[in-house]
């Protein structure tokens, strides 16, 4: 009987030990899964912060792009004005220059 006994519980014991051994696999399959959502989940998010980061860039640029360009087309405006203005002056100078001296030419005539 004692035998009989003794079989018995080193059944019973290695059958929980594989009972707890199978609760660990389970536990061990049911954290690695877990753990891999978390990477997935962190990935999604880092992959969808560096499009918004990607589309910011792009609509900056643009928005510098087009600041450029309109004052680059200011200045370039803006001299021309100023050259013709200059051209306007010069012009008027000349010709204030050119009456003046045929005011003086026909004074001089008429002396």
Do not use: P, Y
């Not at 018995?8 to 290695?14: D, T």
């Not at 860039?57 to 004005?81: L, M, P, Q």
């Amino acid at each position: 009987m004692k035998i009989t006994s003794l079989i018995v519980a080193l059944l019973a014991a290695g059958t929980l030990t594989a009972f707890g051994q199978e609760g660990t696999a389970q536990d061990i399959k049911h954290d690695a899964k877990k753990a891999g959502e978390k990477i997935k989940e962190g990935v999604e998010t880092v992959g969808e912060k560096t499009k918004h980061a990607a589309e910011t860039v792009g609509e900056k640029t643009k928005d510098t792009a087009e600041t450029v360009g309109r004052k680059t087309k200011e200045t370039v405006e803006s001299i021309g004005e100023k050259t013709n203005q200059g051209s306007s002056t010069a012009h008027s100078k000349s010709t204030k220059k050119v009456r003046k001296t045929k005011a003086e030419a026909g004074r001089a005539l008429k002396s």
